[in-house]
């Protein structure tokens, strides 16, 4: 496991016609476990309709390293005050993919919603990977809890 003082390397590299001046993901404070992401529009502001969803570009492809993943969430903030919520949450970005990052973005509030150019639209989380052996057996062990499903556990 790497110390916090040696960061982890994400390699960029911008999509051909991707407006570079609106700058990489970027930690906002010096706790945030987030790096926000912006919306990356050559083609003009994305419009959002409440109920629908959008695939944001964000101009960006990454290389990350093996063993590692690209976490995409929400912003709490879009969340609350306009209802944007991502469609797979949190999405994965796998190491061996290299295509465009696009964010998909589900607009549950009341009113249409404008995806501006350069507004941080996701924030970016990298998780460590861990890939498990899967073994088809004839049974499993009994738990406390066994088959019991939603909201078992207590009453809310």
């Known amino acids: 496991m790497r110390p916090p003082s040696d ?3 994400i390699r960029l590299t911008w999509d051909a016609g991707a ?3 609106i700058g ?3 930690y906002q404070t010096a706790g945030a476990a987030g790096a926000d992401v912006r919306a990356n ?4 502001d994305i ?3 409440p109920g ?3 695939l944001v570009p964000t101009g960006l492809r990454m290389e990350i390293p093996e063993g590692f993943e690209v976490q995409v969430r929400p912003r ?6 306009h209802g944007i919520m991502l469609v797979n949450s949190p999405g994965t970005i796998d190491s061996d993919y290299r295509g465009p990052v696009g964010i998909l973005v589900l607009n549950a509030g009341e009113a249409p919603f404008v995806v501006t150019h350069g507004v941080r639209i996701a924030q970016l989380v990298v998780a460590p990977v861990v890939q498990a052996r899967f073994a088809l057996v004839s049974e499993l062990d009994e738990t406390t809890r066994s088959a019991s499903g939603f909201g078992s556990t207590g009453r809310f």
């Open 24 to 26: 990489l993901p970027a």
């Open 47 to 49: 419009e959002i309709a």
């Open 7 to 9: 960061p982890l390397s």
């Open 52 to 54: 629908a969803r959008a």
């Open 19 to 21: 407006d570079t001046s």
């Open 41 to 44: 529009l050559a083609q003009g």
């Open 76 to 81: 709490s903030g879009l969340a609350l005050k």
